[in-house]
């Protein structure tokens, strides 16, 4: 079965105002989108080198500059000399930053979850939930074509 631009263009829609949805729902924590962003990434590697993150959000690494900065001067993010290569730094989040991080995560499932809850039948939950998997394997494509960052 082939797809169509129709087809992928009303899936586009569909996912990008879901998401609109759930970044409405975030809590009010004093961070910009693209912080929280930064923090999700850095969550997602464990430990990371500026450089590298800024390969996986597609941004040069300098841009990130003043994200990281302020993230760290919040007490989100620490970072330390490479002990491989002590010219490049190492990025991880604090305990604190996971903190946060976990608390946003769960304010938006709530929200999901009482959003599926009132306005989706069983059948429509399950057949998300078989879709879900789906949905993962296409954001994950690009990063796995270009291997690991």
């Given amino acids: 079965m082939s ?3 129709t087809e992928a263009t009303e899936l586009r829609e569909s996912v990008m105002a879901l ?3 759930m970044r409405r ?3 009010a924590g004093g961070l910009t989108l693209s912080q929280i962003e930064v923090l999700g990434e850095i969550s997602r590697s464990t430990v990371i080198t500026p ?7 597609q941004v040069r690494a300098q841009s990130l500059t003043d994200t990281i ?3 760290e001067s919040a007490g989100l993010v620490s970072r330390r000399p490479d002990p491989h290569d002590r010219r490049r730094q190492l990025l991880e989040l604090t305990e604190l930053g996971r903190r946060f991080l976990a608390d946003d995560r769960a304010q938006r499932d709530r929200w999901l979850h009482g959003v599926m809850s009132e306005h989706l039948s069983d059948l429509e939950t399950s057949l998300l939930m078989l879709v879900s998997p789906i949905l993962r394997k296409l954001a994950d494509a690009e990063r796995a074509q270009s291997g690991p960052c």
């Fill in 69 to 71: 900065n302020d993230l």
């Fill in 25 to 27: 729902h975030r809590r």
């Fill in 3 to 5: 797809t169509d631009a």
């Fill in 51 to 57: 450089a590298a993150l800024g390969a996986r959000l």
């Fill in 19 to 21: 998401a609109r949805q």
